[in-house]
């Protein structure tokens, strides 16, 4: 499956983002997807992550209340959406897929999408 991110950009803190990530290939519906983040100079971090039917979804425990992960599987697309961003969100996010559950690690996931860029303004 192929993963397409998008919706980055630079926003003052406070505001709020939508992230999308869009999937082509093989059946979107059989996989669980996760978003993760890097910010300059760390290392890549499990943010968030929604199982294959929306029914279960997970938050690393720092970010819970102001990230919400969701999926349209008729679109192929899974969001995250951000409120009350804040600069020490400034990070590329990543989506991914995995085949096996949603995991916290890089390594349960199957593919990964380019990332796109969240920038945060004090």
């Known amino acids: 499956v192929q993963l397409q991110a998008s919706g980055g950009g630079l926003v003052q803190a406070g505001g709020s983002l939508r992230l999308s990530c869009a999937a082509s290939?093989?059946?979107?519906?059989?996989?669980?997807m996760g978003w993760f983040r890097q910010a300059l100079g760390k290392d890549r971090k499990f943010v968030t992550g929604?199982?294959?039917?929306?029914?279960?979804?997970y938050y690393a425990d720092s970010l819970e209340g102001r990230f919400t992960i969701s999926r349209d599987n008729a679109k192929n697309t899974v969001f995250l959406q951000i409120n009350n961003l804040k600069p020490e969100d400034t990070a590329v996010y990543y989506c991914?897929?995995?085949?096996?559950?949603?995991?916290?690690?890089?390594?349960?996931?199957?593919?990964w999408g380019q990332g796109t860029q969240v920038t945060v303004s004090s």
């Open positions: 290939g093989r059946a979107f519906d059989t996989y669980d």
């Open positions: 991914a897929a995995s085949s096996g559950g949603v995991g916290i690690e890089q390594y349960d996931y199957d593919y």
């Open positions: 929604i199982s294959w039917s929306g029914s279960r979804v």
